[in-house]
């Protein structure tokens, strides 16, 4: 089980990744840590393409809530895109859904995005 | 099948092992297994283990043709998981702790929970059916 982190983009307010394999105990501090390198204090936005997840646990999970609070407080928020009915499930076991922003596919997170970044500009 | 994990083995040699003894499994029973497992190395290694580095821990995992059934042994004082299980805060996000999720997953996941202690001895059993 390994996790790949694909740092797809970033803008002044965006960072938006796509994730590929397994989020469990041994490689969420590695999500942790790209995403300490990768939120500045203007991130408002961080976008995460789940379609590649196998599956996510509790390490995980606590990785999502530390950014999603550290968001929330600035007024941002936490978008995650294609994520599986397994992994959906385990968002919802903890109650989280409510508090991110989810797309279907990784086309309508990228117009969400597109259209942060107009708003930028 | 019958896993037996010492600290010394990592998570993702552990949670390769549970997907080959779960062949023929549902994928979703596989998958939620897997956390499950997952929660428990997590568990060890990073609550228990710190305190007590020498004490000896057992995972085993059973598949039959009707349900999976995981059982985890380690010794050391006791410690019922099961009142920590029952409910997820359902406040906003900003007022919410991060930790204390695991258990509440194995829960939420599995079909049957059994705690036992014995002879020092904690000894949990989950089962998933399918």
């Known amino acids: 089980m390994s996790l790949?982190?694909?740092?797809?983009?970033?803008?002044?307010?965006?960072?938006?990744?796509?994730?590929?394999?397994?989020l469990d105990s041994e490689t969420a501090p590695?999500?942790?840590?790209?995403?300490?390198?990768?939120?500045?204090?203007?991130?408002?936005v961080v976008?995460?393409?789940?379609?590649?997840?196998?599956?996510?646990?509790?390490?995980?999970?606590?990785?999502?809530?530390?950014?999603?609070?550290?968001?929330?407080v600035r007024g941002g928020q936490v978008s995650m895109s294609q994520m599986s009915k397994g992994v959906r499930k385990v968002f919802e076991i903890v109650k989280v859904m409510p508090d991110l922003t989810v797309f279907a596919s990784q086309d309508e997170m990228d117009e969400y995005l597109a259209e942060i970044q107009r708003r930028e500009s | 099948m019958k896993l037996t994990v010492s600290p010394d083995d990592s998570v993702s040699d552990v949670l390769s092992a549970t997907t080959t003894?779960?062949?023929?499994?549902?994928?979703?029973?596989?998958?939620?297994?897997?956390?499950?497992?997952?929660?428990f190395m997590a568990n060890m290694k990073f609550h228990v283990l710190p305190h007590a580095p020498d004490i000896n821990w057992v995972l085993e995992l059973d598949k039959s043709d009707s349900d999976v059934t995981?059982?985890?042994?380690?010794?050391?004082?006791?410690?019922?998981?099961?009142?920590?299980?029952?409910?997820?805060?359902?406040?906003?996000?900003?007022?919410?702790?991060?930790?204390?999720?695991?258990?509440?997953?194995?829960?939420?996941?599995?079909?049957?929970?059994?705690?036992?202690?014995?002879?020092g001895v904690n000894e949990w059993t989950i089962k998933k059916h399918f």
């Open chain 2, 21 to 39: 003894a779960l062949v023929g499994a549902p994928d979703e029973v596989a998958h939620e297994c897997q956390i499950i497992v997952d929660e």
């Open chain 1, 30 to 44: 590695q999500l942790d840590s790209t995403l300490a390198e990768l939120i500045t204090p203007e991130t408002r």
């Open chain 1, 4 to 22: 790949t982190i694909d740092h797809l983009q970033s803008t002044a307010e965006t960072v938006s990744l796509a994730l590929i394999g397994a």
């Open chain 1, 47 to 72: 976008a995460i393409n789940m379609g590649a997840v196998t599956f996510i646990s509790s390490a995980g999970l606590r990785v999502i809530f530390k950014t999603l609070k550290q968001m929330k």
């Open chain 2, 70 to 119: 995981i059982k985890f042994r380690y010794s050391g004082e006791k410690f019922d998981p099961t009142p920590a299980t029952t409910s997820v805060n359902q406040r906003p996000i900003e007022q919410r702790e991060i930790g204390g999720l695991g258990l509440v997953l194995i829960s939420s996941l599995s079909d049957e929970q059994h705690y036992h202690y014995h002879d």
